[in-house]
């Protein structure tokens, strides 16, 4: 039976991709920052494991309690819409350290029992921002453009170790807590010069008719990252999202 670790399961992508990986049968370690044993539905196949990607000894202790694993996924992340001249570097870092060195720290730890087993899959999920420049996201876009690069690159390090890397590329999903998490971060991140800029892109969301991505869609497409390993490197995940990439 194969393990899969996932990242971020405490809501939206992450919590879905458990689900979903649970209900094929799979050995599932979801890790949260704060653990909670109520979100996902009781299985001997589940572990819920604490972790958080921007602190060394949560990863070291997380991977050493996790045991051997087939897939990781590396989903946790943080959002941030604001102008660069609105945004303090502490939260650039902050922005860089959830979803860029977060996602290569737990892929370094984790990539030792790969290489020896000479198999495994490093999934790592970006953005479809990173396909279409958006305004007031130059950061995060800046951070998920930057996993992409490192992946792309780590699969070349890694095919001699019959280790695979995957992009999972979501469109705009209102309904998870992202957009509800980043307005946390979001204090004078929008200065006044920047007003109508801003005002429009929000009008632009409000009367915006165009499909958004489920959930569902993400964790289908990480699940074709798991399992098909003739799959392309990057697969949009979302009907807005493959509207930019089609997938085959
Ligand atoms: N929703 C969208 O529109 C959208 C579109 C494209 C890509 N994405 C990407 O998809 C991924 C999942 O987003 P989502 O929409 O499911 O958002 P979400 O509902 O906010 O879920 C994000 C998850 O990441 C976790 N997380 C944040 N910082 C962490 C850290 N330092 N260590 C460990 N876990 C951490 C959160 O945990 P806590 O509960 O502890 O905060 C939460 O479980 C993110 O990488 C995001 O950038 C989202």
Redesign the pocket.
Known sequence: MKTVLI?????????ETARHFLAQGWQVVA????PSEDLLPRSERLRVLA?????AASIRDCVVSAGPIDVLVN?????LLGALEGIPMAQVREIF???TF?TMALTQAVLPQFRERRAGVVIN?????TLKALPLLAV?TAS?AAVNAFTEVLALELAPFGIRTRLV??????S??????ARSRMQGSIPEAYADLAGGVFAGWTQSTEEV?Q?QD?AAAIWRAATDADCPMRLAAGADAEALLPTA
């Not at 972790?51 to 602190?55: E, G, N, Q, R, S």
């Not at 989903?75 to 959002?79: F, K, R």
């Open positions: 990242t971020g399961c405490s809501s939206g992508f992450g919590l890790t949260m920052r704060t972790l958080d990607v921007t602190d989903n946790a992340g943080i959002g350290e959830a979803n977060g999920v970006t953005s479809s921002v995060y998920k590329l979501p469109g705009r999903a209102p998870t807590r992202f957009g509800e998490n991505t959930a993400v």
